[in-house]
């Protein structure tokens, strides 16, 4: 039997909580999860590093001519009867924040993207309220939340993406891989009581580079399924399109998943960073301010959405778009004029998505979702727009049609604030936050110290002032001033003034990377900082 130790004593008032969690049957379902896929997953982390060294040397990604593309006739799977209508979910929805948690399982939406990923951040503590929450909303004993999982929105379970490592938890002498554990936990505890509730289990699966991971993922379904004696099919997961590789391999992903699928989901600026991760070194790929140059209009990403609806349409599949990050005032109905306006833009942009086919997307505040729920009225009359094919062709050259356009002071500024205080946010153990009337997450920090890096490298000239360029030292100087402003007006405790002075001088660190790290999350995890933090009030089981 596996050796599995928690490296991790209990945070205080939840020992029973992590004695239930990881009660002896999950811990050996752990253990004989990760026995079973540990090669395959070492073997992920190959293929990643020679495709990254094949992009450098060829410099191009192109469509495969596989078996699965060219054969016109299959199609994934029926879908279960919660699954035929994904108008709504409710994005970034990490299970640790119990009142979060709880309004979201009231909200009238289809479903709930319960994250482990880009609004998480995976301190022990967080991991174990997560899990207690989740385990307690599908047995109906969550306060404040619906007695019976059937009447709860569906749970989008999103564990870790593939980068992610369980530094709390070895196996066999190991270190954990972090999607295993969350996948391993939440399946093991759960599994029986959705699949009886007609409610799951189902996942989102981050990060996903290529149709081999798809197989990965679809291999560790089928031993799951075996292994809980739940019938094989039950799972269903929604794949993340937010990986540029990914984009040329949508109908070997779908194919690879085809028992399991739940359609495809579109990932805005994750996929604009790994963009930049693979060929951010090419001046052809250098991407422009994104908060002016880079939205759904543009050709790269309004050919991506088509793509991504086309390939999902074809197969049976649903096809499902990003997140509308905005927010509302705090307190605000969404009555004053402030409100209205941010609600008619959410409105616009989804708009233009419901047009183009999608069937569903996500939005984080839950105040915009009556609006929402009334455009679908509006503009659908079916659960589904799987029966719209559109006649399009996207090709290479249309993924990789970088906007043109410049970079502003502004812009700049916007990107370094939101790297700082994502990992100021982090130290503090929280995954997302809200800046300037959006909520941010991994996802914007990812394409802001990217975007970042990428311009300091080309010493790119300010539209404002082309006489200025971005350097090193516009970049420390932006940094300065912002920590000197977040001092006083954010921090309120000479503990917060040092994370905060940690997270600037962190970000800087990225941004002057000669071979910047490829996951913001994964910096963060590995970093003693970050770790020193998290464990010091936690004494070792060791």
């Given amino acids: 039997m596996a050796n599995v130790l928690l490296l991790q004593s209990p945070p205080p008032k939840l020992e029973d909580v992590q004695k239930k969690i990881f009660d002896e049957g999950a811990k050996a379902f752990l253990g004989k999860l990760h026995r079973q896929f540990d090669k395959e997953v070492d073997e992920l982390f190959r293929t990643r590093l020679q495709r990254m060294v094949?992009?450098?040397a060829k410099k191009v990604l192109t469509f495969k001519a596989s078996p699965e593309r060219i054969d016109r006739s299959?199609?994934?799977a029926s879908l279960p009867s919660r699954l035929q209508n994904r108008h709504l979910d409710l994005g970034d929805v990490s299970a640790s924040n119990t009142a979060h948690f709880v309004s979201a399982l009231n909200a009238d939406v289809q479903g709930i993207q319960v994250d482990f990923d880009d609004g998480h951040c995976p301190t022990w503590k967080n991991q174990l309220m997560a899990y207690h929450n989740i385990l307690s909303a599908v047995s109906g004993k969550l306060p404040g939340a619906p007695i019976s999982i059937t009447t709860c929105p569906i749970l989008m379970l999103r564990p870790r993406a593939w980068n992610m490592i369980d530094h709390d938890i070895l196996i066999d002498g190991k270190e954990a891989s972090g999607p295993l554990v969350d996948f391993g936990i939440l399946i093991y505890h759960t599994a029986k009581k959705l699949y009886e509730a007609n409610s799951g289990p189902y996942f989102y699966l981050s990060k996903v580079e290529g149709a081999s991971e798809a197989k990965l993922w679809n291999d560790i379904f089928i031993w799951a399924q075996n292994e809980l004696h739940i019938p094989l099919g039950t799972i269903k997961a929604c794949v993340l399109i937010e990986n540029i590789v990914s984009t040329f391999e949508m109908d070997e992903i779908l194919f690879a998943l085809r028992e399991h699928s739940l359609g495809l989901n579109c990932g805005i600026w994750d996929y604009c960073a790994s963009i930049i991760a693979k060929f951010g070194t090419k001046t052809q790929f250098l991407l422009p301010d994104r908060n002016k140059y880079v939205n759904m209009d543009r050709r790269f990403l309004k050919s991506y959405m088509q793509l991504v609806v086309n390939t999902c349409h074809l197969r049976g599949a649903p096809a499902t778009g990003g997140m509308a990050?905005?927010?509302?005032?705090?307190?605000?109905?969404?009555?004053d004029n402030s409100s209205k306006s941010i609600i008619n833009n959410v409105l616009g942009a989804k708009l233009k998505e419901i047009e183009m086919g999608v069937d569903g997307f996500m939005v984080y505040d839950s105040r915009v979702v009556p609006h929402v729920n009334e455009l679908w009225k509006k503009s659908s009359t079916t659960p589904n727009q799987?029966?719209?094919?559109?006649?399009?062709?996207?090709t290479p050259d249309d993924l990789l049609a970088i906007p043109a356009g410049g970079v502003t002071l502004q812009g700049l500024k916007h990107n370094v604030a939101v790297s700082i205080l994502f990992i100021y946010q982090w130290l503090a153990g929280v995954g997302h936050f809200f800046y300037s009337g959006n909520?941010?997450?991994s996802a914007t920090a990812e394409i802001?110290?990217?975007q970042i890096w990428q311009w300091i490298r080309f010493g790119v000239p300010l539209e404002d002032d082309p006489a200025r360029q971005v350097t090193a030292k516009l970049v420390e100087k932006t940094a300065a001033n912002f920590a000197t402003h977040a001092h006083k007006n954010l921090c309120r405790?000479?503990?917060?003034?040092?994370?905060?002075?940690?997270a600037r001088y962190m970000s800087m660190e990225i941004f002057l990377s000669r071979n910047p790290p490829e996951f913001i999350t994964s910096y963060l995890n590995d970093n003693h900082?970050?770790?020193?933090?998290?464990?010091k009030s936690l004494s070792s089981n060791l």
Avoid at 386 to 394: G, K, L, S
Avoid at 529 to 535: A, D, G, S
């Fill in 54 to 56: 094949e992009l450098n």
């Fill in 74 to 76: 299959w199609k994934i």
């Fill in 325 to 335: 990050a905005a927010m509302l005032k705090p307190g605000s109905i969404g009555t």
């Fill in 386 to 394: 799987i029966h719209r094919i559109f006649d399009v062709t996207v």
């Fill in 439 to 441: 909520v941010e997450d």
């Fill in 448 to 450: 802001s110290r990217f």
């Fill in 493 to 502: 405790s000479n503990a917060e003034r040092k994370r905060l002075t940690a």
């Fill in 529 to 535: 900082k970050f770790r020193t933090l998290h464990n």
